[in-house]
């Protein structure tokens, strides 16, 4: 049996460590290339896009896949879509592997919005030191605000963004000690960050909740009509399994 995992996630190398770890299933995993040395899951590894729903349609079809799972970031909205109308091309089964998202809780100041463009106005009267967490893609939302920011990132981002930014470089998993620290040391208003959902990245929350800060999330799109879901690889190992 051949899994093709689209990845880019925490869930989709540990998914596939269990599939290639089981023995008896080929499992290839697919990135996109954004990051440049990402950490690679066991098991074969393909990187680049596939040129739209055709090009994966084909690429299923060529490598005999029989089980499609996309474990793709929860805001990886576009290979999401392509990957439901691939799959249903090509007859193959589709599980979307999704972490859960991220829940408020006790002292929690969230200001839920629907998008990037929402997040940078609901800014507005909330301080002058924006903490940005929502990745280097999407930071032209953010150009036209007068705040100073101090964006995190992997790998560094284009322009455009805030004249007024700081860039730090870095990879989770964070903790909550060097996300207070941060809080401290730059003086931070407030905290703005995707419904990622899952624990390297949640002590920021946390950390946000005790300084007393705001913190505007932006939500989730939702997960392609019809396509089941499990909420860890475990889960989706189950879902491979039965097939
Ligand atoms: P996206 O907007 O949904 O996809 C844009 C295009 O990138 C897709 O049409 C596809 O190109 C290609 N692509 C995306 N994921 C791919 C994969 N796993 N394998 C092969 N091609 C892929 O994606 P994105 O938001 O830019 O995210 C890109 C990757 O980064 C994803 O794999 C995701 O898991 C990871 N990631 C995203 C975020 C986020 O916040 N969006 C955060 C962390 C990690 P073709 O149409 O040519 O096939």
Redesign the pocket.
Known sequence: MHVLI????TE?RALAGLLHGSGDVRVTS?????VASPRLPAGEVRI?????VD??VDWIRAHAVDAVIDA??P??????F?AALAATTAHVPLLALRRPGWVPGDGDDWRSVASLDEAARALDGLGDRVFLT??R?GLAAFADRPEWFLVRSVDAPDAPMPARTEILLDRGPFTLDDERQLIRHHRIDVLVT?D?GGAATAPKLTAAREAGLPVVVVRRPPVPEGVPTAATPEEAAAWVATR
Do not use: Q, V, Y
């Open positions: 689209l990845g880019g996630t989709a697919s990135l996109a290339g954004r680049g896009g596939f040129g739209g090009g994966l793709t970031h805001f990886a909205e576009r290979i999401s392509n929502t990745g893609m995707k990622s």
